[in-house]
């Protein structure tokens, strides 16, 4: 018999889930009212979401630069971008 009592995300519970619509997709997101209360607290758990997947992001860009002359197309779009982004500045100056 096990003794596991871990909570059950439970959707209708709106005091402890938020819920939002994205086109025809619903996203429901736990609230942690514990952290709620320290200034703050929104931001680091955001850098550490983000610091817990660098290794994954990492590894994408390793197995994306693995692939023959992905460096060069890379490095092509990265230039057109930049290039993209300064025609407004130009064409004002």
Known sequence: MGLDKRPVFDT???KNVKHSRLGVWELYEEKHPE???I??????ESYLEIVQSLPYVWRMIKDIGSIENCWLLLSLYLCVIVVSSLIPAVALW
Do not use: K, L, M, W
Request: hydrophobic share 25%; charged share 35%; proline share 8%.
């Open 12 to 14: 209708e519970d709106s």
């Open 35 to 37: 952290i709620s209360r």
């Open 39 to 44: 200034p703050g607290a929104s931001r680091a």
